[in-house]
């Protein structure tokens, strides 16, 4: 039987009408596990419609990997500089991805030796921009003014550091008092060039109006010691809300304010909760996840559909730990990093194994007697081949609206066209047949 958590007090026929809500939503999702291992990141490429998703490994060597249908399958992608060295754990924290420029990427890494790299290919090559930082959550952030300035919480040092150029110099703004020196977050407040919202060790919540120059502690510090606000998440549509996950925090795990971030309040929902993602499109659509479920009561996933006053069990039980959660609006699919691996989840109807729609208009065409192919894309692009093993077997600048590729020394088989834009991302199967 799933679990409803709601406010308050509820008469039996309540009870049982939420129990059957809850219950039609978990079976409106259909989730599938494409990826093992730990991993505690994942995030869709904006503007992707679905298509493009990012994530890395916890506990291997590699680098990012990089699905371009939608995270049903995945591509270990790693140029001549990798930002992971080879000790066996990548500590990658966080990925951010540029809304506004496709190879654009930004990596948060818990190991102060790797610190914060930035790729300008997609993921393929890394540039350290930021030296012997410690990243141990979600504290790269672009303000939502529409200035494209992004600033970066540095733990330990809990320094404050500011780009303007999306993230290729950065340089120190301002000491964070957060009471804590682990940050865990950052988030920034709708329409504001100032107003930060940072969640540290011990469940403290610190508020800054001044953008980081002085600081205001608006949530204490638990009385067990060991706490984390591993999330904070702001109303898109209305900048003075906001709500906040709590990982072992007294008997509290989700908290909300209606005031930016003064004054806080208590919401009823089971312990431990850790991921946080707000429906951008419906801001009263939330989705969360817990941290460590399998050795508390209920299930992992929850569902809010009234901007997070009350929550839905939607299950998902054998999952350990929910890291992350990212959801993309256009395709209604859902991304979640586990402990037991990635899953992608459907919320409608479509087939589990659906092609998302590109944002890239390109094709490949092939002539079998002159044994060439023939690429269509947008000017500016690149195209690169891709063997059904994930093995890279060239890449194409484009010049031309269409160009040809000698493939006459490819043995026949499947092969994969992956086109890559400053304005999207394309992904075309061929055939080659000799």
């Known amino acids: 039987m799933r679990q409803v958590i709601r406010c308050g007090s509820l008469n039996f026929v309540l009870f049982v009408l939420f129990l059957a809500l809850a219950q039609n939503v978990e079976a409106q999702i259909k989730w599938t596990r494409t990826l093992g291992g730990q991993n505690k990141v994942v995030n869709f490429r904006p503007g992707s419609q679905g298509t493009v998703v990012y994530t890395a490994p916890h506990d291997s060597i590699g680098s990012i ?26 500590f990658t924290r966080q990925l951010w991805l540029d809304p506004n420029d496709s190879n654009n990427v930004l990596l948060g890494s818990s190991d102060q030796r790797i610190g914060v790299y930035q790729s300008k290919d997609a993921g393929r090559n890394w540039t350290q921009v930021i030296p012997d930082a410690t990243i141990l959550g979600e504290s790269i952030f672009e303000l939502q003014d529409g200035s494209g300035v992004l600033y970066c919480g540095v ?17 120190p703004e301002a000491t964070i008092e957060a009471g804590s020196p682990n940050i865990c977050v950052i988030a920034g407040k709708p329409g504001s060039s100032t107003d930060f919202l940072v ?8 508020l800054t109006k001044d953008a980081g120059k002085t600081w205001k502690q608006v949530h204490p510090a638990s009385e067990l010691g060991l706490s984390d606000v591993p999330m904070i998440a702001f109303n ?17 795990s989700v908290v909300k304010t209606n005031d930016g971030g003064e004054t806080w309040r208590r919401i009823e929902a089971p312990s431990n909760q850790w991921a946080l993602k707000i ?4 801001p009263d659509i939330i989705y969360m996840g817990r941290f460590s479920a399998l050795d508390t009561i209920g299930g992992t996933l929850f569902r809010s559909s009234d901007g997070g ?57 092939v002539n079998f007697t002159a044994k060439q192919l023939y690429l269509h894309s947008e000017i500016g692009a690149s195209v690169e081949i891709i063997d059904l093993n994930g093995r890279k077997l060239t890449t194409r600048e484009i010049v031309e609206e269409r160009s040809t590729l000698d493939v006459a020394a490819w043995p026949q088989g499947v092969y994969f066209a992956h086109f890559r834009h400053k304005n999207g991302y394309a992904l075309r199967r061929f055939t080659l047949l000799r």
């Open 236 to 252: 898109p549509k209305d900048p003075n809300e906001a709500i906040a996950t709590l990982y072992f925090y007294n008997d509290t």
């Open 309 to 365: 006053e009350s929550w839905d069990d939607l299950g998902m039980d054998s999952i350990t730990d929910i890291w992350q959660i990212d959801y993309d609006t256009s395709s209604g699919r859902l991304a979640m990093a586990t402990s037991n691996g990635i899953f992608i989840g459907e919320t409608k109807e479509a087939s589990a194994h659906r092609q998302a729609g590109s944002s890239l208009a390109a094709s490949v065409t």
């Open 279 to 282: 429906d951008a499109s419906d």
């Open 155 to 171: 733990s330990g040092e809990t320094t404050l550091f500011k780009s303007i150029d999306r993230g290729t110099t950065w340089t």
């Open 199 to 206: 969640g540290s060790g011990g469940g403290i919540i610190s």
């Open 65 to 90: 990997n990089i699905s371009w249908n939608g995270g049903y399958s995945w591509l270990s992608v790693a140029g001549e500089v990798n930002p992971i060295e080879p000790n066996g754990r990548n």
